[in-house]
Structure formats: C-alpha cells, structure tokens
C-alpha cells in the first residue's frame, strides 16, 4: 500500500515483517471509514491528528517486527520527546494514537500484545479545569469591558462569577 503525503516509506524495510510505513497507511485508511463506538465515520480532525502524532512516534522503526526488541524502547523515547514541554493532555492524546494503531496492528497479527508494547508509557495526570475558581475584580472588569467579544460572550464567561453581575452590566453595557 502507497504510503500518504506524511509518511515517508523507510529506507531498508526489513525481509520478513510488515515495513512500518505500510502499516501506519493501512491503519489510516481504516481509521477513515471506521465507525467509532457512536455510528458515526472517523472525524477528519481525528484522522490529521493521527496521522501527525504516528510518524513521529514511529520514527527509525523500520518494520513492525522491531518493535518486539530495540524498538519498543524507540517508540517509548520517540512518545516521550514528541512531548517536550507540552500539556499533559497532548502527551495522552499521542499515546493514544499510539495504542489505536498498535490495537489495529495487533488485529492483523502483525505484532503481538499491544499492551505489553505501552507498559511503562502510562498516561500522564491531566489536572481537572477549574471552573469554579473566583475571580478578583481587576479580572471582572477586564472581562466586562473587553470590546473584542460581544455583549453576550461577556455575559456568559462571567456566569459563574460569586457577584450579581446584572447590575454592573447593566451600567456597561452602553455599546
């Protein structure tokens, strides 16, 4: 199978084993006609995502069949600095394309247990947004009187804010 615009077929594929390009394409043609647990076909933001994350992550893994020995230890170091400084939920969502298409490999006996190749790589703590958090009232009134967002975009930014914002809306709301 042709590999797509972002995969570059590798140099020395290996004799025996499916060569890793070749199975990072067949499992983007698949992810873009699978229907996910709600019915619906693969989002095309999901399938770019994916098929930004799996190069890097696979990068110097000439087949499949390396990633029973040396390669695993790549595709670890590969995860891990793909990450750099980023969010945690990045360095989950890259892992998670990962195990997509090692489940998918592992469908199509190419490798063997997918779980056994992500041990040790765990997902990483992603801190829950606080959205309960008070604001002071420097921020309140930067928010109220920020005239890049509309009325009513201000209106609900503040909702959740301890004050009655009614009346100080009312006073601003001169636009």
Excluded at 61 to 80: K, Q, Y
Excluded at 83 to 101: I, L, W
Excluded at 150 to 167: G, K, M, N, T, Y
Aim: charged residues 30%; proline residues 6%.
């Amino acid at each position: 199978m042709a590999a797509g615009p972002l995969l570059t077929a590798v140099a020395d594929a290996p004799a025996d084993g499916v060569p890793t390009a070749d199975a990072l394409a067949s499992f983007l043609w698949h992810l873009a006609d699978k229907r996910g647990r709600s019915g619906r076909i693969t989002s095309p933001e999901t399938v770019r995502s994916y098929t930004s994350a799996l190069p890097t992550a696979f990068a110097g893994i000439a087949g499949l069949c390396e990633l029973e020995h040396d390669g695993r230890d790549r595709l670890h170091a590969n995860i891990r600095t793909a990450r750099g400084s980023k969010a945690p939920s990045t360095f989950n969502a890259r892992r998670a394309a990962v195990a997509s298409a090692l489940a998918y490999f592992h469908d199509q006996e190419w490798i063997g247990d997918p779980a056994a190749l992500l041990a040790g790589l765990d997902r990483q703590h992603q801190p829950k947004p606080d959205d309960n958090r008070v604001r002071t009232r420097e921020q309140i009134d930067r928010l109220i009187t920020d005239k890049r967002r509309s009325l009513e975009d201000r209106r609900l930014r503040l909702v959740r804010s301890p004050i009655q914002l009614s009346p100080v809306l009312r006073r601003r709301s001169g636009e």
